[in-house]
């Protein structure tokens, strides 16, 4: 049974509800695909994220990870299945170029110890793709995955460097939504073999709840102009009609790192927009992030108390300051 060359499910004729569905099995994309590259649309797909998580838990200990990781939330929740990776950090274009690449890799290094080398690139830039393909050429004898969360810019990064290695453009389906790559694709990049695998799927991502324009509101293509905000006392800011920030403190700074398009608002407290939806709270201290999973991160100064009001349950955590 041949494979999608665009999500890599197994292609078949005999039920449209179901994966890999095409008229005749003499295409080399599924229905789905098809839709998504001429049309800009997504269908639902029906497998899960522990189908996914079964094709990670399969590749083996000898094997060489790639694991992508966008820079804008650097998720790496799934780092320790695997042994020694190679992480690399993809939307460079997006952070600020006042960002220093050293001062990341050295963040990651100081908290992630089974990681082999860092690499920082921009697929749409080029940027550091030469670096990238030269470090894995040393792997050409062993079979080379290519894992990371969905959104994380895995699929656009292989098919750029299948432009640039191959001289010819990559047929890897992209989407601003998650489940794109159904099954394991085998890709030729140039002199290596490489697989490209589903992404793993954050299930309470915001992108899961969002229409067209609000993913591609969240999805920034253009260098972030970050915005900061001096806070004291009580507080709220509204982030697009999407988030609403409440903030209790003695007195702190905070800089949010999200999408030019989405518009930042300070609120009076007594505001009732997205007040009393799903709630989170977070206490942030001095020098740490609030990471939004696939939204962005904001970073805080000195000590405070968040409470996160949103239409969704939306997956959210703080971490130690990136930048």
């Known amino acids: 049974m041949s494979k999608c060359i665009g999500c890599g499910v197994e292609l078949q004729s005999s039920n449209k509800y179901k994966d890999g569905y095409t008229e005749d099995e003499s295409f080399v994309l599924c229905e789905r695909c098809f839709i998504i590259k001429n049309y800009g649309q997504s269908k639902v797909v029906k497998k899960t994220n522990s189908d996914y998580l079964k094709i990670i838990d399969n590749i083996g200990d000898d094997n060489v990870i790639v694991y992508v990781s966008s820079l804008l ?12 990776v190679i992480l690399v950090l993809t939307k460079r274009d997006v952070l600020p170029k006042s960002v220093k690449d050293e001062k990341i890799i050295n963040y990651v290094k100081k908290n992630y110890n089974n990681i082999d080398d860092v690499i ?5 830039k080029k940027y550091n793709l030469d670096i990238l393909y030269n470090k894995l050429l040393k792997y050409r004898d062993n079979d080379i995955y290519f894992v990371g969360i969905t959104n994380s810019g895995k699929s656009t990064l292989i098919n750029e460097m299948i432009k640039s290695y191959n001289g010819y453009k990559g047929n890897i389906t992209m989407s601003n939504y998650p489940s794109t790559t ?6 030729k990049i140039g002199e290596l073999n490489i697989k490209d695998t589903p992404g793993i799927v954050i299930n309470n991502s915001i992108i ?6 609000g993913v591609k509101k969240v999805n920034s293509k253009k260098e972030i102009k970050p915005i900061t905000i001096q806070i004291k006392g009580t507080g709220a800011i509204l982030i697009d009609e999407l988030i609403r920030i409440e903030y209790e403190t003695i007195e702190s700074s905070i800089t949010l790192y999200l999408s030019n398009n989405l518009k930042v608002n300070n609120i009076n407290i007594n505001n009732p927009r997205l007040l009393d939806k799903y709630v989170s709270r977070f206490i942030v201290n001095d020098n740490h992030d609030l990471v939004i999973e696939d939204v962005g991160f904001i970073k805080v100064t000195k000590q405070a108390i968040f409470k996160i009001c949103a239409e969704n349950d939306i997956y959210m955590y703080v971490r130690n300051k990136l930048i």
Not at 120 to 124: C, D
């Open 73 to 84: 939330t650097l998720n790496l929740d799934y780092l320790d299945k695997f042994k020694k």
């Open 208 to 213: 899961n709840y969002l229409d067209d324009k």
């Open 182 to 187: 159904l099954g394991v694709l085998d890709e």
């Open 120 to 124: 920082i690139v921009s697929a749409y």
